[in-house]
């Protein structure tokens, strides 16, 4: 059984940063994604951020050159640096780990970015 534990989330005034954490445990193969969803209230849950196993990364449109993904692969661990945060950033932010056709996620964390 494959556990996602994600922490960092908050309140933060806009041009902030936070840091979000994802440990993951169980049964994990090596080769894998792992990620940041977000889901604002009333929108869909939209990919973030996400970061092979060999270190390929994809971000949306709307975070890229603010938000950074990087992972440790020994620890199974994936951060989110979001700098220059702003108020529509704010949701709940979901950690995603995708092995082969398996999709697994956290219980999210609120982050909430204040004008």
């Known amino acids: 059984q494959v556990q996602l534990v994600e922490s960092g989330g908050g309140l933060v005034q806009a041009g902030g940063s936070l840091r979000l954490s994802c440990a993951a445990s169980?049964?994990?193969?090596?080769?894998?994604?792992m990620g940041w969803y977000r889901q604002a209230p009333g929108n869909q849950r939209d990919l973030v951020a996400a970061?092979?196993?060999?270190?390929?990364?994809n971000y949306a449109d709307s975070v890229k050159g603010r938000f950074t993904i990087s992972r440790d692969n020994a620890k199974n661990t994936v951060y989110l640096q979001m700098n220059s945060l702003k108020p529509e950033d704010t949701a709940v932010y979901y950690c995603?780990?995708?092995?082969?056709?398996?999709?697994?996620w956290g219980q999210g964390t609120q982050v909430t970015v204040s004008s």
């Open positions: 169980g049964s994990i193969f090596s080769i894998n994604t």
């Open positions: 995603m780990l995708r092995v082969v056709v398996n999709t697994y």
């Open positions: 970061i092979t196993s060999g270190g390929t990364t």
